[in-house]
């Protein structure tokens, strides 16, 4: 069990690029999260798959965010056309449906600064 | 809608002091609620999770109660080190995704 990775750890953008991020959960998790957080604030529920299925996503999640979880296993979320409100830290977390009511394990975080 | 407040926002202590972070919610209805540290530009580290049938939960100087029906809960922070300074967040889970207060950011003074 190496935890919850995400890659890369930081990213530095400039306004109206493209960004994409990883994340790759505990290998036996069927449940994947992610979350935003800026400064001085807690972090905010974007969107959670299980298996491959996205079963939610929040109003967060504007058009120019998409996030696939292709085969399951790791997730990436893409961010189109990044605006400088888009720097934050995106946090993935992992789980296990069922067990331990759902315990959620959460990676380093990727940190996101558009200039 | 689930709403989580954790008061104070900031708060200063001396060293050796002995603290309580609080944490309320909504919404009784949890799984469970954990609290994490978070260092300046890091990832969450969990710290205590709770049960929801449970009353409280330690793990060396850190001390975690849970009273549901009331919707609060209080991080009890022993004998403070400056290690210690951190932003300290709470969150609570009813099987989908978790909903955080703002946290409350410590600083331990030497």
């Known amino acids: 069990d190496t935890g919850v990775s995400q890659d890369p750890r930081h990213k530095i953008t400039k306004r109206g690029q493209n960004v994409t991020f990883r994340c790759d959960p505990i290998?036996?998790?069927?449940?994947l999260y992610w979350y935003r957080q800026t400064l001085g604030q807690g972090p905010e529920f974007l969107t959670y798959?299980?298996?491959?299925?996205?079963?939610?996503k929040s109003r967060l999640l504007s058009d120019r965010f998409s996030a696939e979880r292709p085969k399951g296993s790791f997730s990436t979320l893409e961010i189109q056309r990044t605006e400088q409100g888009d720097s934050a830290m995106y946090l993935c977390?992992?789980?296990?449906?069922?067990?331990?009511?759902?315990?959620?394990?959460f990676g380093a975080g990727t940190r996101l600064s558009v200039l | 809608k689930q709403e989580v407040t954790q008061i104070p926002a900031a708060l200063s202590v001396p060293e050796g002091e002995n603290l309580v972070l609080n944490c309320s919610f909504t919404?009784?209805?949890?799984?469970?609620l954990q609290w994490f540290r978070q260092d300046p530009g890091k990832g969450l580290t969990s710290l205590l999770l709770?049960?929801?049938?449970?009353r409280e939960q330690t793990s060396g100087r850190l001390n975690a109660s849970l009273d549901k029906s009331s919707g609060r809960s209080t991080l009890y922070i022993a004998a403070s080190q400056p290690g210690d300074s951190a932003t300290y967040l709470c969150?609570?889970?009813?099987?989908?995704?978790?909903?955080f207060g703002k946290g409350t950011r410590l600083s331990v003074i030497a």
């Open positions: 977390a992992s789980s296990l449906q069922g067990m331990a009511k759902n315990i959620q394990y």
């Open positions: 290998s036996e998790h069927n449940r």
């Open positions: 798959f299980q298996n491959e299925a996205q079963l939610e």
């Open positions: 919404d009784s209805a949890i799984y469970n």
């Open positions: 709770i049960q929801s049938s449970q």
């Open positions: 969150a609570v889970n009813r099987n989908t995704p978790l909903v």
